[in-house]
């Protein structure tokens, strides 16, 4: 079974050089705090920021990578689909636009139950999306409310 933190380095792994690089960034201006403020000051400010970094960076991506790994497929019709304004580039590829996605999912040993998801999705796959297509998911044993589009 695998920690957050292996979920972290394995979502991390396939960020390329912008990742690290944010990573980087992101540890600097932690010493910077620590070093330039006074320690009751710096300690929990640079720590206030790292979790505010992990958590506006990586916690979705972190999540993502557990159901990819513990999910449970199913099948999923999309409900409805709209775009949320976000985008995502990494490195030199196309942007991938966010989205925001209505899904009735149909588990095999259960009933089909709603669920909503944020994803990035090329713009390329954004045409295949369309409501009432069925789509992969896989879905948290322990959290059905939770997916991600696989």
Do not use: H
């Not at 196309?94 to 994803?119: M, T």
Request: some cysteine; proline content about 7%; overall charge positive.
């Amino acid at each position: 079974m695998k920690t957050r933190i292996g979920y972290f380095f394995k979502a991390i792994s396939g960020f390329g050089l912008g990742g690290w690089i944010a990573l980087g960034g992101m540890f600097i201006g932690l010493a910077a705090v620590v070093i330039f403020v006074p320690p009751f000051v710096g300690i929990p400010v640079g720590l206030f920021c790292v979790l505010l970094f992990w958590f506006a960076m990586f916690k979705g991506m972190t999540e993502s990578e557990r159901l990819n790994d513990i999910g449970i497929e199913a099948d999923a019709r999309i409900l409805s689909i709209m775009e949320n304004g976000s985008s995502l580039q990494v490195g030199g590829s196309l942007p991938k636009a966010g989205i925001d996605l209505a899904l009735e999912v149909r588990p095999k040993d259960r009933a089909p139950y709603p669920v909503k998801i944020s994803a990035f999705i090329s713009v390329f796959d954004m045409q295949s999306l369309q409501p009432g297509r069925v789509v992969k998911v896989k879905y948290d044993p322990q959290n059905p409310k939770k997916a991600v589009l696989w």
